[in-house]
């Protein structure tokens, strides 16, 4: 599955970004689709994860309250809107197929589980 990324900038905090995730090979019922943050110096985080088979969202702490992940199916697309965005928030995020199609509620920020990445997308929030 390829998958890119794309809507990240720069942007005050407070401000908003929805970053997109469009992916080609992505098959219409059957696809969970996480998103991912790196910070320089830091690892790899968990952010947010949903599911085609139920559904079903999940957000890590930092996210919930704050972004919201959604899909189009039918234009291949998977979402994240963020919304009052802090500076911690900083990092390149990273869009990736989880190989089992679904989304764990205990196992979704796990990078392992994923086995299709993007490139990955800046976003800066700085005043």
């Known amino acids: 599955v390829q998958l890119v990324e794309s809507g990240g900038g720069l942007v005050q905090p407070g401000g908003s970004l929805r970053l997109s995730c469009t992916a080609p090979?992505?098959?219409?019922?059957?696809?969970?689709i996480g998103w991912f943050r790196q910070a320089p110096g830091k690892e790899r985080e968990g952010v947010s994860c949903?599911?085609?088979?139920?559904?079903?969202?999940y957000y890590s702490d930092s996210a919930k309250g704050r972004f919201t992940i959604s899909s189009d199916a039918i234009k291949k697309v998977v979402y994240l809107q963020m919304d009052n965005l802090k500076p911690e928030d900083t990092a390149v995020y990273y869009c990736?197929?989880?190989?089992?199609?679904?989304?764990?509620?205990?196992?979704?920020?796990?990078?392992?589980?994923?086995?299709?990445w993007g490139q990955g997308t800046q976003v800066t929030v700085s005043s």
């Open positions: 090979g992505l098959a219409y019922d059957a696809y969970a």
């Open positions: 990736a197929s989880d190989r089992y199609l679904y989304c764990s509620s205990w196992a979704f920020q796990q990078p392992g589980r994923y086995n299709a």
């Open positions: 949903i599911s085609s088979s139920d559904g079903a969202t």
